[in-house]
Each structure stands twice: as structure tokens, then as C-alpha cells.
């Protein structure tokens, strides 16, 4: 069980930081016209591929490890175990990618942010609002902690949501014995 955890978690974690680096990344280098809503898309949509990893892993532990029998809850520990490896590697590639290559990002997102409300025609007082709430948030994200914590909120929902229902797909009793 641990090696097609380790396997799967692995690759799915691969693929996701692969795609989060290049997109983040290629935003962060082409000033003008930064679309974060495509990126954000794209990167719930590669999240949702390396998820479907998920699936395979537990199916490939349910019919060569298992005997073709998984319980629901066997399921759901082999699913988490894999995504905590995949959440935790895409974890691991933004600190360090944040931290070490796109320190900036977060004054370009939030200055992103105020030019929507702006270009929405909010109140002089929404946008002093927002900005005073991104500066502050700017300044809880230098914190590595508190990165890592948002960072985990953003991936981990969807890699369980994956785990729930490929775990109701995937379960299946034991035949009984004639």
C-alpha cells in the first residue's frame, strides 16, 4: 500500500506543480495583460488532473493489492494519503517559488484586485477598503506559516472532494462464499 501511495502521490504532486509554476510564472513575467482568472481555471483544472490519480491509485490498490475488495474507509485512507503527498509537494514548489523567484506576486495580485474594483465603478471608500484589506493580507503572507496554511486551503479541498466521491465509486464488499 505505502509504495502506490508514495507512486501516485508523487506523480499527481508533480503535475499540479508543474502546471501552477509555469502558469504563476508565466504571469509574472508578461506585464500588460495578466488574466488571474484563466490562471486560476487552469490551475483547478490541473489540480483535477493530478487528482484523477486518485482514482487510479486506489483502483490499482483495490485490484492488485487487495484481491479486487476495498472498503469505503480503506479507500478513503489510501485517497488522503495520496493527496496530502501531492498538496504537500505543491505546497513545498510555491513557498519556494514564492519566496525565492515571484516575491512580488502578491503586490501584483492585489494591485490587479484594485484596478477590478476600480474598473467596476466601486466607491472611493470599497477601494480604500480593499487596499487597506490586501496590504495587510500581503503582510500575513510574507510569513512562510500562514503561506504554507493558504496554500493548503487552496489544494486540499479539491483533492478530498476527488478522494469522497472516487471512494464511493471504487468500494466494493467481498463476494460471498458459496
Known amino acids: 500500500m505505502k509504495k502506490n501511495i508514495i507512486v501516485y502521490g508523487l506523480i499527481a504532486g508533480i503535475i499540479v506543480s508543474v502546471f501552477m509554476l509555469s502558469t504563476v510564472n508565466y504571469l509574472s513575467h508578461c506585464e500588460g495583460s495578466i488574466d488571474y482568472n484563466t490562471s486560476m481555471l487552469i490551475g483547478y483544472a490541473s489540480m483535477l488532473l493530478a487528482f484523477s490519480l486518485v482514482f487510479v ?33 505543491y505546497v513545498l514548489a510555491w513557498l519556494v517559488d514564492y519566496f525565492f523567484f515571484i516575491p512580488d506576486f502578491m503586490d501584483k495580485y492585489a ?22 484589506e490586501m496590504a495587510e493580507f500581503g503582510e500575513m503572507y510574507k510569513n512562510p506559516f500562514f503561506n504554507a496554511l493558504m496554500t493548503y486551503m487552496e489544494i486540499l479541498p479539491v483533492g478530498l472532494i476527488v478522494t469522497l466521491i472516487s471512494s464511493l465509486i471504487l468500494k466494493r464488499k467481498p463476494q460471498p462464499t458459496t
Not at 472498503?71 to 498538496?87: N, Q
Open 111 to 132: 494591485a490587479h484586485m484594485v484596478d477590478e474594483l476600480k474598473a467596476s465603478g466601486a466607491s472611493a471608500a470599497e477601494i480604500e477598503k480593499q487596499t487597506t
Open 57 to 89: 491509485g486506489i483502483r490499482n490498490f483495490r485490484d492488485k493489492y487487495n484481491n479486487g475488495v476495498i472498503t469505503f474507509g480503506k479507500a478513503f485512507k489510501t485517497g488522503l494519503y495520496i493527496v496530502l503527498i501531492a498538496s504537500t509537494i
